[in-house]
């Protein structure tokens, strides 16, 4: 997929760079055209290293139009990507004007446009930036965020340019572009969260899984071509573009959303946090309270992951062992009991793990380990998705 990303002078154009990798990753060719003020946040010369062309920004240069005119270049693009996008660029594309470059094209172009603004969040929300919003959006350009949290200016609103990898994953869903990546073709099913068992109609036993973790797992498969099917418990958590999400409560739902999906999978990440186990019975009326102290009897819940690795044609099954002590020592035990292909083990409790947005985990198979340093989940993510495609492959040439 040809993208034409244009960047405009926000102070947001810093993520340029990683944008521009995370769309290279999944096979995207890559013009960067920046406006004058783009300039002043992010330089040619980085932008240039990371997307392998000569950065476009003037209208008037002979040599570069010479090359490929800015016509040429509108037919080029199979997208045209604006991110971030000021306030300031989204009034001129409103406007209909081509006084430089990057508005030239998005006349010329037939290709889809998307924006994803970025702003502080009072003038993302003056009616005037709203308007044009309406505007761009009734004229078919897809407006991608912006995500909402603290901002560079120090304020916290609405105006955050979404995260890179967002942006390369909306961009390819929007598009139906196919990804060329490790994964491509390849069925991966992932569950995540944590998951509810009741013990009334009010009540229920959980734990403190964000989710997180499993989300990250989804886009990095996505990002490398995969059909991603995520069984997700209850979070907090915006769903991925471009993957099947399926939302259950208890483990028992979640056993079965995954055993109706896993038959032709040919990868399955247990990264949920699933209950062990669930109350024995759900009361049917609220529990009302009697006495000082009461007694609930639970049940096993089954165990998805080991019932997944049993199937007599498992795909490439891989757990997570979240522990408080022993990580490594239980973490084998359980890549052996549960035959799997791989564990992730980590630590949680005590600051790490659970609800953050940094991890620590060793990978663990049959006849190795290799240990990642903290870092954000979805830079974990994306190793980690590294390290399974090359073992599912491992395994299938040994296989056949
Ligand atoms: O045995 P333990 O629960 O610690 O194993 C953790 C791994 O097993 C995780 O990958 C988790 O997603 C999976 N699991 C499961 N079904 C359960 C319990 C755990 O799939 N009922």
Redesign the pocket.
């Known amino acids: 997929m040809n993208v034409v990303l244009g960047i405009s002078g926000g102070i947001a154009a810093y993520k340029a760079p990683d944008l521009v990798r995370r769309l290279r990753e999944r096979g995207a060719d890559v013009q960067i055209v920046t406006t004058a003020s783009a300039e002043e946040f992010v330089t040619s010369t980085a932008l240039q290293a990371v997307s392998g062309r000569p950065i476009r920004s003037n209208l008037w240069d002979k040599e570069a139009e010479a090359a490929m005119s800015h016509i040429e270049l509108a037919r080029w693009a199979d997208v045209v990507l604006i991110a971030p996008a000021t306030a300031e660029v989204m009034a001129r594309i409103v406007s209909g004007g081509a006084p430089d470059l990057l508005t030239t094209i998005c006349l010329a172009t037939e290709a889809p446009i998307a924006l994803a603004p970025a702003m502080n969040h009072v003038m993302w929300s003056n009616q005037a930036t709203q308007a044009n919003r309406d505007v761009l959006e009734k004229r078919g350009i897809h407006i991608l965020g912006p995500g909402i949290g603290s901002q560079a200016c120090g304020e916290t609103g609405a105006g955050r340019m979404l995260e890179p990898d967002a942006i390369a994953a909306a961009v390819f869903s929007l598009t139906g572009a196919q990804i060329d990546g490790l994964l491509k073709g390849r069925k991966v099913v992932i569950?995540a969260g944590p998951t509810r068992e009741a013990i009334d109609p009010v009540r229920y036993i959980t734990n403190r899984s964000s989710g997180k973790m499993g989300y990250a797992i989804a886009s990095a498969a996505a990002a490398q071509g995969a059909d991603v099917v995520l069984i997700s418990g209850p979070v907090n958590l915006a769903e991925p573009p471009g993957i099947e999400v399926i939302k259950v409560e208890s483990?028992q739902q979640m056993?079965e959303a995954t055993h109706n999906v896993i038959r032709d999978a040919d990868i399955f990440i247990?990264?949920?946090?699933?209950?062990?186990y669930r109350p024995a019975s759900v009361v049917a009326q609220k529990i009302k309270k009697k006495d000082e102290a009461m007694r609930l009897e639970l049940v096993r819940?089954?165990?998805?992951?080991?019932s997944v690795a049993a199937l007599p044609t498992a795909p490439f099954t891989v757990?997570?062992?979240?522990e408080t002590d022993k990580v490594i020592e239980y973490a084998r035990g359980?890549l052996e009991k549960?035959k799997l292909d791989l564990?992730i083990a980590n630590r949680v409790g005590d600051n790490c793990g659970f609800d953050r947005d940094d991890n620590t985990a060793t990978a663990l198979w049959q006849n190795g380990e290799q240990s990642f340093p903290t870092c954000s989940k979805s830079d974990l993510a994306r190793e980690l998705i590294e390290l399974v495609a090359q073992h599912f492959y491992a395994v299938r040439s040994a296989d056949t």
Do not use: E, H, R
């Open positions: 569950t483990a056993y247990a990264a949920a946090a699933v209950a062990d819940c089954p165990d998805i992951l080991a757990g997570f062992a979240a359980k549960k564990i």
